[in-house]
T-cell receptor
């Protein structure tokens, strides 16, 4: 089935530093979604990207979809302790969603 | 408020026992999904249902069973055939049956452990 590789697995940053997580696929994706899961919680939908080269922003978060629609990234500027959690990408194919393994972000105050 | 309710929050299974996890939604969504999450890993699809009285296997369906007799309910049974059931189980839904271009809404999950 569809495989979505996500790196890095873990990221520890000092509050105020930037953070980026990447998702890559060997096949062209129809769309890519991003979710955030707080410790002990459930995934919460952040955004969806559909168009080639698309860039969307949500306050300090910037989401990009590659020109070839095979990769995507989530960048957080000036992290805060409230950003702590695991960030997942998810690709849709043949009626199913395929999740990356997630990047666990820890922010030191 | 509309949402997805999963119960119980914690569940313990004895050897040879079947257990059923409940998932109820009042969002009037057509599609529902069951995922398994192991520590440090992403979500893996167990079963999904695009419409009432129909469901399909996901990537790791062995040892699990589901039913979809009502639109709002999608219970998951973890059978004794599932030899490693300890995990965090998440139920999700999307508005349309195909789920394409739809955000997934998740319940709070059920943590299942073996006694």
């Amino acid at each position: 089935g569809q495989q979505v590789m996500q790196i890095p697995q873990y990221q520890h940053v000092q509050e105020g530093e930037d953070f980026t997580t990447y998702c890559n696929s060997s096949t062209t994706l129809s769309n890519i979604q991003w979710y955030k899961q707080r410790p002990g919680g459930h995934p919460v939908f952040l955004i969806q990207l559909v168009k080639s080269g698309e860039v969307k922003k949500q306050k300090r978060l910037t989401f990009q979809f590659g020109e070839a629609k095979k990769n995507s990234s989530l960048h957080i500027t000036a992290t805060q302790t409230t950003d702590v959690g695991t960030y997942f990408c998810a690709a849709y194919n043949f009626n199913k969603f395929y999740f990356g393994s997630g990047t666990k972000l820890n922010v030191k105050p | 408020d509309g949402g997805i309710t999963q119960s119980p929050k914690y569940l313990f299974r004895k050897e040879g026992q079947n257990v059923t996890l409940s998932c109820e939604q009042n969002l009037n969504h057509d599609a529902m999904y069951w995922y398994r999450q192991d520590p440090g890993q992403g979500l893996r699809l167990i079963y999904y249902s695009q419409i009432v009285n129909d469901f399909q296997k996901g990537d790791i369906a062995e040892g699990y069973s589901v039913s979809r007799e009502k639109k709002e309910s999608f219970p998951l049974t973890v059978t004794s055939a599932q030899k490693n059931p300890t995990a965090f189980y998440l139920c999700a839904s999307t508005r349309s049956g195909t789920g394409r271009n739809q955000p997934q809404h998740f319940g709070d999950g059920t943590r299942l452990s073996i006694l």
